[in-house]
């Protein structure tokens, strides 16, 4: 079954970078698009990115265009999510999970734990 392992969460202080890696297993990498949403409490869950497989133009939210950057790497069937330039807000627990695109927006399927970004001088 799919099995999605993040790691890479942290500490960092606003305007630094964090790079989140999510591991990915149990099914065919190459088929699915893959992406990370973030939930912090009282929040509504955020999609942050959605990337397929060779996918020239990844799905970003507004809040994170130009700052964030989602890659994939085939060889390490990895996902990696480059966090620059980062804000009080955008803290949260990060999920990489299995996307899709809508005329709507961005979905979610499966997911891993997450894993915590915390932001803060």
């Known amino acids: 079954q799919v099995q999605l392992v993040e790691s890479g969460g942290g500490l960092v202080q606003p305007g630094g970078s964090l790079r989140l890696s999510c591991a990915a297993s149990g099914f065919t990498f190459e088929y699915y698009a893959i992406g990370w949403f973030r939930q912090t409490p009282g929040k509504e869950r955020e999609g942050v990115s959605c990337?397929?497989?060779?996918?020239?133009?990844?799905y970003y939210a507004d809040s994170v265009k130009g700052r964030f950057f989602i890659s994939r790497d085939l060889n390490k069937n990895t996902v990696y999510l480059q966090m620059n330039s980062l804000k009080p807000e955008d803290a949260g627990v990060y999920y990489c999970?299995?996307?899709?695109?809508?005329?709507?927006?961005?979905?979610?399927?499966?997911w891993g734990q997450g894993t915590q970004v915390t932001v803060s001088s």
């Open positions: 990337m397929g497989h060779n996918e020239p133009n990844p």
């Open positions: 999970a299995t996307c899709f695109r809508g005329d709507h927006g961005v979905g979610y399927d499966s």
